[in-house]
Every structure is written in C-alpha cells, then in structure tokens.
C-alpha cells in the first residue's frame, strides 16, 4: 500500500498537460530585472551601479545578514538602472535591471556536460557554496537552503527528506527537471546528506510520476542510503510536514520546526541546483517553469533565465489565449493571481498557469450547511468553518487559541465546501491579522 499522510487531504483533477513535454530551452530575453527580496528574509544589498557591465554568474547583490541570499546577473550585459518596480502582484520594491548583450558566462563557471561524482568538499565548505551560489528553495518558499541545512544547535538532523511529490495540479517542472536529470539530482541528495552529516535520504515521488519514480530508482542504486518512496498522489503531500508524516510516520507538533522529528526538507529542484553550485560553481540564475493552461497553444516546461518578463515567457508558449480570465503564478491550489505581466519571473515560481473564464469564474456561495467537509479535508487538523467565521468577525484573539497560525493556506477547505464559500480568503486575512499581533506582543 502506497505510503501517505494521516489527516485530511484531497484528490483535484489533476491536469498535468505538460507531464510529456520535455524541458524546451529558450532565447536569452532582451531585458531581466532581479528583486531584490526575492526570497524569504531580509533583501539582498546591491552591490552594482548603473552602467556596470555583467557576465552571467557576477554577483550582483550580497545576502544582507544570514537569513538572505545572494543574487547574480542571469544574463551578460549593462546594469540600465536600479529603480523600484512592481512584482507579479503589484507590489513595488527595489530591482536591478540589465539590458541583455551576448551571452558571456563568467569563467569559473563548469558548462561542460561531464557528470561530477566525487564529492571533494567537507559540510562546512559544501554549505558556505551554496550560499555563495544563491541557492534557495525551489518549491515555492524560497528559503534560503544554507538556512535550512544549519538548524538550531539543539536539533540534530538524522534524516533528509527531498520532495518530488509536486501535488499541485497542472504543474510539470519537477517531473520534468526527474527524466532530465536523475543522476545529478541524486548527487545533490549525498551532497545535502554530507551537509548535514546523516546517512540516509528518501525521495518522495507520488505515483503518478512512475517514469520518473523508475529513472531514480535506477540511478539510486549506485548510491548508498538514497530511498525512493512512491507516494499515494494526494494533496497536499508536498507539504513539509505531510510528507514527514507520510516517509517517517511523525507529526510535526503544533509551533515546533520540522527538523524537531530529525528531518531536514529539500525540493528536488532544490537538490539539482544544489549539485550544480557544489559540482559545477553554478548560481542560480535559471530554472524550470511550467506555462500551462488548457486554451495554451504551446503549453511546456521551460528552461528560463530569471528575471525575464511573465509576459515574454508566455508570448513564447503562444501568448495568452483570447478567453484568458486569470493568470496565477504557481499552481491553482496555492499559486496567486498576477496582477502585472511585465514583472519579471523570480527564483520561487515553478509555473505560470492561464485560466479561462470557465475555470476562473467563482461560483455563487451560500450559507454553509455545517457538513463538515472542510474539517475532514483540512491536513493540519483544524476547523476552517470556524477560523473563517472568526476572521470574518475580527475575532483574532479567539483565532489565535484556534491555532490559525498553523493553516498550510493549501486551499483544501475551500475546494471541499459544497457552499462554495471563501473560507480560505477569510482565513488569510485572520492569519495575517495574528501574526501582526504576535509581532507587536513580541516587540512590547
């Protein structure tokens, strides 16, 4: 019986569209801009100036503080301005813009194809890399990973987890990134295994990815203490503390860290540009994207240059369909509504997914009929019904002893709800809310 998490979850359509479409590269864009803050954490500083010429691979913008990442030019040619622009939901903050010419990589850079086996570098060294190297999570939360692979002194890690589950429906760029790549993302796992000093790793593929689940099982065998799990496909399972729950049969407690259960978490993306910053002194200045949707004319998993315009990349799958309604960045489940096509795409976005007016137009809601569906669908274990009733009322305090704080925000509630209502919108606002509060408490 196929491994899987203990509470909640659902099963959506799946509509992975892409799931045969091999990684397409494409031209080098004219113009990228980097966030700044395009990671969890304190902005990266730019340390750049308005008329520098760049290679692929300069360091443009140094971690500001542990909690940061760097940031490096994904393309060669001159900074045109450092100015603040609009992100995808139109939030203005402060970029670097180059104007493209050429495509000149930096000379410590390893491009040739060669696999790099041996693995040279002590924990200290292979972490301080990638951190050099700008690597951050590539499943949508972007923390950064040198982060992440130096927990709290309390905490001992025994275990690494990497999740290839990619719950999210419509979604390809993992599956795709697993068939390209599976040897070099099984390097990636002993490096981040040497990292954290444990001796053994499993990777969480759900079972509709069985090409994949094959193509890593075979290059895993020549690798000591790497497991490949198939998982029962059910969302969320991509979740941290879900697919602990589903590989070592532990739950996370309520406030605590993951790695409290001797588990540290990485994306399988996060594996493959981690072997790439270690093996090869690559930054990470490129990714796997899907463009998807159903009325999408060339609908693939793209190999992008960060920070080329969302536009531009759809442009390149056929440009958008004339019965678009909603362009989300990510999935349909977590993924969020752009609001600006010409921001450009940052490190964490996995897909861009176009909906027509039939997949974007939400129902008419009605009063809730206490089923119940959305406490049963809910992993973490908690009472939308009653956090959105809460949120809805400005009744935070109340929320906060509900344990708000502890909503993945996966959307499996609203999904469920046969009332159609926006528990999920209501929940955010209240958890946004707590949170504020927290913070003040802790700053008095």
């Known amino acids: ?23 397409t590269a494409i031209p080098v864009p004219r113009q990228v801009s980097l966030m700044l803050n395009q990671h969890i954490g304190a902005p990266a500083n730019c340390i750049v100036k308005k008329g520098d010429t760049v290679k692929v691979g300069t360091l443009i913008a140094e971690a500001n503080g542990f909690l940061s990442s760097n940031i490096h030019s994904p393309v060669s040619g001159t900074v045109s301005k450092i100015d603040k622009i609009a992100n995808a939901f139109g939030i203005y903050s402060q970029a670097i813009i180059i104007d493209t010419e050429g495509d000149d990589w930096e000379g410590y850079i390893d491009r040739t194809p060669s696999l790099e086996k041996e693995i040279t570098l002590s924990s200290n060294e292979i972490i301080q890399k990638i951190a050099q190297n700008g690597i951050v999570g590539l499943g949508g939360a972007t923390f950064p990973t040198h982060v992440k692979l130096t927990p709290p002194k309390e905490f001992k890690p025994t275990v690494l987890i990497v999740n290839a589950t990619e719950c999210e429906p419509y979604l390809t760029d993992d599956h795709a990134l697993m068939l390209e790549s599976p040897e070099q993302i099984i390097i990636g796992c002993h490096i981040l295994m040497k990292a954290i000093h ?7 593929v759900e079972n509709n990815k069985r090409d994949a689940i094959a193509l890593l099982k075979k290059h895993a065998e020549k ?6 799990v198939p998982l029962r496909t059910r969302y969320p399972q991509g979740g941290e503390k879900q697919l602990i729950d589903a590989i070592l049969h532990k739950q996370v407690a309520n406030g605590a860290l993951p790695v409290s259960t001797g588990a540290i978490v990485q994306n399988v993306g996060t594996a493959f540009a981690v072997y790439e910053a270690v093996q090869k002194n690559k930054p990470l200045v490129e990714r796997i994207v899907t463009v998807t949707g159903d009325g999408v004319k060339q609908p693939g998993n793209y190999r992008i240059r960060l920070g080329m315009p969302i536009r531009e990349l759809i442009e390149i799958a056929g440009g958008l369909p004339s019965d678009s309604a909603k362009v989300i960045l990510g ?12 921001a450009p795409i940052p490190k964490g976005c996995s897909g861009i997914l176009i909906l027509n007016e039939a997949h974007a137009h939400r129902s008419e809601t009605s009063s809730c009929i206490r089923c119940g569906k959305c406490v049963s669908a809910c992993p973490m274990g908690l009472e939308p019904y009653l956090l959105a009733k809460l949120s809805e009322n400005h009744l935070f305090e109340r929320a906060e002893k509900e344990l708000i704080t502890a909503c993945l925000e996966c959307g499996c509630c609203a999904y469920s709800c046969p009332s159609n209502r926006p528990i999920l919108d209501y929940i955010r606002i209240g958890k946004n809310a707590v949170n504020q509060i927290i913070r003040s408490r802790k700053q008095s």
């Open 331 to 342: 999935g349909p489940m977590m993924g969020k509504a752009v609001s600006n096509l010409d």
């Open 223 to 228: 690798y000591p203490g790497i497991e490949i």
């Open 198 to 204: 444990v001796k053994q790793a499993y990777i969480g």
């Open 1 to 23: 019986m196929l491994k899987t998490f203990r509470i909640g979850g659902i099963h959506p359509k799946e509509n992975k569209l892409t799931s045969q479409c091999p990684v």
